[in-house]
Protein backbone atom coordinates (compact mmCIF):
# COMPACT_ATOMS: atom_id res chain seq x y z
CA UNK A 1 0.00 0.00 0.00
CA UNK A 2 1.60 3.27 -1.19
CA UNK A 3 -0.19 6.83 0.24
CA UNK A 4 0.82 9.72 -2.07
CA UNK A 5 0.22 13.36 -1.15
CA UNK A 6 1.40 16.31 -3.30
CA UNK A 7 2.26 19.91 -2.53
CA UNK A 8 3.56 22.77 -4.32
CA UNK A 9 1.09 24.37 -6.40
CA UNK A 10 -0.16 27.68 -6.40
CA UNK A 11 -0.52 30.72 -8.82
CA UNK A 12 2.30 31.99 -10.68
CA UNK A 13 2.87 34.39 -14.03
CA UNK A 14 3.20 33.18 -17.20
CA UNK A 15 7.16 32.39 -17.70
CA UNK A 16 7.37 31.51 -14.26
CA UNK A 17 8.40 27.99 -12.09
CA UNK A 18 7.02 26.21 -9.51
CA UNK A 19 8.19 22.77 -8.14
CA UNK A 20 5.48 20.22 -7.13
CA UNK A 21 6.23 17.61 -4.44
CA UNK A 22 4.63 14.29 -3.80
CA UNK A 23 5.43 12.62 -0.84
CA UNK A 24 4.94 8.51 -0.39
CA UNK A 25 4.31 6.82 3.13
CA UNK A 26 5.06 2.96 2.45
CA UNK A 27 8.08 0.57 2.23
CA UNK A 28 7.25 0.02 -1.60
CA UNK A 29 8.41 3.09 -2.69
CA UNK A 30 11.50 2.23 -4.00
CA UNK A 31 10.00 -0.76 -6.35
CA UNK A 32 7.55 2.10 -7.98
CA UNK A 33 7.76 4.05 -10.92
CA UNK A 34 6.00 7.35 -10.80
CA UNK A 35 4.89 9.77 -12.74
CA UNK A 36 2.49 12.77 -12.82
CA UNK A 37 -0.39 13.79 -14.48
CA UNK A 38 -2.80 16.91 -14.88
CA UNK A 39 -5.99 17.46 -15.97
CA UNK A 40 -7.46 20.51 -16.70
CA UNK A 41 -11.14 21.10 -17.04
CA UNK A 42 -13.45 19.54 -18.95
CA UNK A 43 -10.35 17.65 -20.47
CA UNK A 44 -9.16 14.28 -20.22
CA UNK A 45 -6.10 13.36 -17.72
CA UNK A 46 -2.85 13.70 -19.23
CA UNK A 47 0.41 12.16 -18.95
CA UNK A 48 2.86 14.75 -17.68
CA UNK A 49 6.37 12.84 -17.24
CA UNK A 50 7.55 9.37 -15.64
CA UNK A 51 10.41 8.24 -13.95
CA UNK A 52 11.72 4.41 -13.12
CA UNK A 53 11.63 2.97 -9.30
CA UNK A 54 15.93 3.90 -9.79
CA UNK A 55 15.31 7.30 -11.41
CA UNK A 56 17.92 6.26 -14.28
CA UNK A 57 15.05 6.87 -17.19
CA UNK A 58 12.29 9.61 -17.56
CA UNK A 59 10.44 10.39 -20.22
CA UNK A 60 7.36 13.36 -20.47
CA UNK A 61 4.73 14.58 -22.67
CA UNK A 62 5.79 16.35 -25.93
CA UNK A 63 4.54 19.76 -24.65
CA UNK A 64 6.71 19.79 -21.97
CA UNK A 65 9.94 18.87 -22.98
CA UNK A 66 12.59 21.19 -22.60
CA UNK A 67 10.66 22.88 -19.48
CA UNK A 68 9.76 19.93 -16.85
CA UNK A 69 11.81 17.83 -14.84
CA UNK A 70 10.35 14.65 -13.16
CA UNK A 71 13.12 13.75 -10.00
CA UNK A 72 12.88 11.45 -6.95
CA UNK A 73 14.65 10.87 -3.54
CA UNK A 74 14.09 7.40 -2.64
CA UNK A 75 15.95 8.17 0.51
CA UNK A 76 13.05 10.64 1.21
CA UNK A 77 10.30 8.91 -0.82
CA UNK A 78 9.18 12.11 -2.60
CA UNK A 79 9.33 12.53 -6.58
CA UNK A 80 9.38 15.94 -7.78
CA UNK A 81 8.11 17.80 -11.14
CA UNK A 82 10.19 21.27 -11.63
CA UNK A 83 8.18 23.30 -13.97
CA UNK A 84 10.41 26.14 -15.67
CA UNK A 85 8.52 28.38 -18.26
CA UNK A 86 4.96 27.65 -17.18
CA UNK A 87 2.37 28.51 -20.28
CA UNK A 88 -1.17 29.16 -19.71
CA UNK A 89 -2.21 25.77 -21.03
CA UNK A 90 0.36 24.31 -18.08
CA UNK A 91 -2.95 25.13 -15.54
CA UNK A 92 -4.51 22.22 -14.19
CA UNK A 93 -5.09 19.92 -11.20
CA UNK A 94 -1.64 17.84 -10.96
CA UNK A 95 -1.54 14.67 -9.66
CA UNK A 96 1.38 11.91 -9.01
CA UNK A 97 0.98 8.20 -9.00
CA UNK A 98 2.68 5.14 -8.55
CA UNK A 99 2.92 1.88 -10.44
CA UNK A 100 4.27 -1.21 -9.35
CA UNK A 101 5.76 -1.58 -13.16
CA UNK A 102 9.07 -0.22 -11.50
CA UNK A 103 11.14 -0.80 -14.60
CA UNK A 104 8.63 1.07 -17.20
CA UNK A 105 7.49 4.99 -17.42
CA UNK A 106 4.35 4.18 -18.90
CA UNK A 107 1.75 6.95 -20.12
CA UNK A 108 -1.74 5.02 -19.59
CA UNK A 109 -3.13 5.73 -15.89
CA UNK A 110 -4.72 2.20 -15.76
CA UNK A 111 -0.82 1.17 -14.97
CA UNK A 112 -0.66 3.43 -12.07
CA UNK A 113 -2.73 1.72 -8.71
CA UNK A 114 -2.20 4.90 -6.29
CA UNK A 115 -3.06 8.27 -6.59
CA UNK A 116 -2.41 11.59 -4.90
CA UNK A 117 -5.28 14.24 -4.39
CA UNK A 118 -3.86 16.51 -6.53
CA UNK A 119 -2.61 20.04 -6.60
CA UNK A 120 -3.55 23.05 -7.99
CA UNK A 121 -0.90 24.45 -10.61
CA UNK A 122 -2.68 27.96 -12.04
CA UNK A 123 -0.72 30.20 -14.70
CA UNK A 124 -1.71 33.66 -15.26
CA UNK A 125 -1.31 35.11 -18.59
Known amino acids: QVQLVESGGGLVQAGGSLRLSCAAS????????MAWFRQAPDKEREFVGGITSSGDRTSYVDSVKGRFTISRDNAKNTVYLQMNSLKAEDTAVYYC??????????????????WGQGTQVTVSS
Open 26 to 33: GRAFSKQS
Open 97 to 114: AASPLQYYTSSNPTNYYY
